[in-house]
């Protein structure tokens, strides 16, 4: 489905639901990875980067608002743009154990980010490396280019915490690969046996063009975190090689690694960590469920693609909106310098190129991890936003007629009230059987009419998400379930 709203205030725009597909290799994990799912997306375009950036930020509001719905605690983090490119972009997640974001988030100065979004791993001020082998040893990580010609090998502790400061807790070293790419941005990280895929590259390559030229030799890089001594690198292999090498393809023995001299932190960052950013502790790091993100693309596309608008020169240009979520004033300087890459199509007298946002929500995804962080023991635990039903009515055989008043008085339009959108259970079977069903479908509220209501006439209320049972009388029940509602 697609809407396109008409240009209002020097802004365009529009919505698209649509299923989507990919080739994706391994579907797994329920709705979280298919081939087929459903997205939501929003294109828009403006006459100013400034209105661009309002767009952006109004976006990002409505996004805070829509997720906070679903009282789940929820996650916004910097992201890096990748390969849609723009200069500004922000993940929405949600934490659970079965995501595959790593999401990192400061208690001190609240900074959230994505761990593809690494700080530059360079330690501010005079580096100072350790004098001293630290007790766990150290490890070794190698990579490798995209056009197989470049190996990088990484020496980093095996543990963190050791020698570092008193009474620190032992921790399993991790190489940040993030940070590698970062640095060296032709590195390809879906080579499982990089140092394999560089000695059998470069066995059919590393050959004498002639006898009067010299042999064409590979490219290698080492890098060494600031806990790995000086003394420690020299001592590894006097010819400057990895040992591995020198077995494997003695033909290069004539090549020295290029040193990358920066006093560099190469592990990930784990809990507890100090934050790169204020320098405090501790960081927590969540694995997480990405659910939606937002971009701001500048003229990354309309300048290739000549999406131009024509401009009025005797017309005042349009004020771009105030953002309501903006904490200070955006002016031109403040906006991220980077532009677009590519050629530019010709512009005519008038014309000019739009500034692009493109913001998405994962449905299919969405529901699916919304049910993995709230499911329990007993089955799916919903949201009142996404639930089918707000409530469902079981009741017992002998008190079909008093359920099927109750719903009628939780469903009718009264002054000051809005109705509920409940269910009334009326299937011929037993009441356990009834409850057990509500809980696997996992109604937000269960109103059972059992042997309370036979011994005192007071309803059962059950609220999983809260972990509550009370019984109210039908009296109180509708003020009773809209006040549950306002807190799921």
């Not at 008038?350 to 692009?356: N, P």
């Not at 057990?436 to 059962?460: H, R």
Request: include cysteine; charged fraction near 25%; charge should be neutral.
């Amino acid at each position: 489905m697609y809407n396109l709203f008409p240009c209002t205030s020097g802004r365009i725009t529009e919505h698209v639901s649509a299923r989507k597909y990919r080739d994706e290799q391994r579907p797994r994990q329920g709705l979280l990875r298919t081939r087929e799912f459903l997205m939501k997306d929003l294109y828009t375009f403006d006459t100013g980067e400034v209105a661009a950036f309002d767009a952006y930020q109004k976006v990002r509001k409505a996004y805070n608002d829509f997720f906070d719905e679903f009282h789940v605690p929820f996650l916004v983090a910097r992201a890096d743009s990748g390969d849609i490119g723009g200069h500004l972009s922000h993940e929405y997640h949600i934490a659970t154990a079965s995501g595959e974001d790593t999401i990192i988030s400061c208690g001190s100065c609240s900074d959230t980010y994505n761990e593809e979004l690494v700080p530059t791993g360079v330690r501010s001020g005079t580096p100072e490396r350790f004098t001293r082998p630290l007790p766990g040893g150290y490890q070794t990580w190698f990579g490798i280019s995209k056009d197989r010609s470049h190996l990088y090998e990484a020496i980093l502790p095996r543990f963190l915490g050791v020698g570092e400061e008193q009474g620190s807790e032992r921790k399993e070293a991790q190489v940040n690969t993030y940070l590698i790419r970062s640095r060296y941005p032709d590195l390809d990280l879906s080579i499982e046996r990089p140092l394999h895929t560089f000695v059998e590259y470069w066995k059919q390559s590393c050959k004498p063009v002639s006898e009067t030229k010299a042999l064409t030799l590979p490219r290698l890089t080492l890098l060494c975190d600031y806990r790995v001594p000086e003394d420690f690198v020299e001592r590894r292999d006097a010819s400057g090689l990895a040992e591995p090498l020198r077995r494997s393809l003695p033909s290069i023995i004539g090549s020295r690694w290029l040193r990358d001299e920066a006093s560099l932190d190469l592990a990930r960052p784990q809990d507890g960590d100090k934050c790169s950013r204020c320098g405090q502790k501790p960081l927590k790091v969540q694995q997480a469920v990405e659910l939606g993100h937002t971009f701001n693309l500048g003229q990354r596309y309309s300048k290739p693609m000549g999406a131009t608008f024509v401009t009025n020169p005797a017309a005042k240009p349009p004020t771009p909106p105030t953002s309501a979520v903006t904490t200070a004033p955006m002016t031109e300087k403040s906006i991220p310098a980077k532009r677009a890459s590519g050629k530019s199509t010709a512009l005519k007298t008038g014309q000019q190129y739009f500034f692009m946002g493109c913001h998405g929500i994962g449905i299919s995804r969405m529901i699916a991890a919304v049910a993995d962080a709230l499911a329990d023991e007993q089955g799916l635990v919903w949201p009142r936003a996404m639930a089918p039903y707000e409530a469902v009515i079981v009741a017992s055989g002998e008190h079909k007629a008093a359920a099927e008043e109750a719903w009628d008085m939780l469903t009718r339009q009264q002054e000051g009230l809005e109705p509920v959108d409940a269910v009334l259970d009326d299937r011929g079977r037993e009441l356990g059987w009834k409850l057990k069903d509500a809980d696997l479908l996992g109604f937000p509220i269960v109103i059972v009419l059992g042997s309370a209501f036979t011994k005192s006439g007071l309803c059962e209320v059950s609220v999983r998400r809260l972990r509550t049972r009370q019984e109210v009388s039908v009296a109180s029940l509708r003020d009773y379930v809209a006040n549950i509602l306002a807190k799921i």
